[in-house]
């Protein structure tokens, strides 16, 4: 599948357009994520990018080069430092030390 991003600060409204030839699992699932009200962490899973909810996030901790995000059955990577994003965390996570953080 070919993907386009385009980013301009100028546009009035963010927007997704896709074109697909049929529904599948896969865009289903793309298109929740996108119009869900729950925050997500857009992470890297070896090649793909995958969103994950806060609530499902168990633990994040200090990786070499960003973060890794625990889920109840898999690990993610988040290509930010947790001391980027650590203060937007939703009040449920808890921070047990300067390296890792609890939900």
Not at 8 to 28: A, C, G, Y
Not at 33 to 52: N, R
Not at 56 to 67: M, R, Y
């Amino acid at each position: 599948m070919k993907v386009n991003c385009h980013i301009d600060p100028n546009i009035e409204e963010e927007h997704l357009d896709l074109f697909v030839r049929e529904m599948n699992p896969q865009i289903s699932n793309l298109l929740k994520s996108f119009t869900s009200t729950e925050p997500v962490l857009w992470c890297y899973d070896a090649d793909q990018i995958i969103p994950i909810k806060f609530s499902d996030i168990f633990e994040l901790t200090v990786a070499k080069t960003g973060t890794k995000i625990s889920t109840k059955d898999h690990a993610y990577f988040y290509r930010e430092r947790l001391s980027h994003f650590k203060s937007n965390l939703p009040n449920d996570f808890i921070e047990a030390s300067g390296s890792t953080i609890f939900n």
